[in-house]
């Protein structure tokens, strides 16, 4: 063998034991309550998603939001402890934290500002304007402009 090809060699098993020797060993009931936190999280977004969903459609029917939002910003804040738990578990345990779930294909990401002052339930009312906000461009990708400018140009 060349001496470049042994020193190589040489120099991936030092990698590999290295690795080896530093590696963290996780208990298995921490990597089951991981997977745990990370099904609960999911669930939780899920269910924040169907919230929206709701307070959008109430806004639409113009509606009293309040519970909803209420609920909105309850579940939030359960999901914000449980990312806690599993970024600080993610951090002791050398772990990845899996990305959420994308439930809605948003047209416009931005962080919209809420123009309903500072209240306990502002943050669902923002989720409420952004899942409208969301559905609106739904419905607008969905209409075919050809049919109506046909018929502007016919008259």
Known sequence: ???????????????AAS????AVDIPTEKK??????VIKRNQMHKELHTLDMQAADLVKQKKDTTKVNG??????DRMDLNQLHLETMAARY??????LP?????????DAKSIYGADAFKRG??????E???????????IDYSIILSRLQEN
Do not use: Y
């Open 71 to 76: 609920k909105q910003v309850t579940v939030q």
């Open 1 to 15: 063998m060349k001496t470049i090809t042994k020193l190589m060699l040489l120099l991936s098993m030092i990698t």
């Open 32 to 37: 089951a309550e991981f997977r745990k936190l």
């Open 94 to 99: 050398e772990l990845d934290i899996p990305d």
């Open 19 to 22: 690795s080896i020797a530093f």
């Open 132 to 142: 409208l906000k969301r559905q609106t461009f739904v419905l607008l990708r969905s």
């Open 102 to 110: 994308d439930l809605t294909k948003n047209p416009d990401a931005r």
């Open 125 to 130: 009312r923002t989720r409420t304007m952004l």
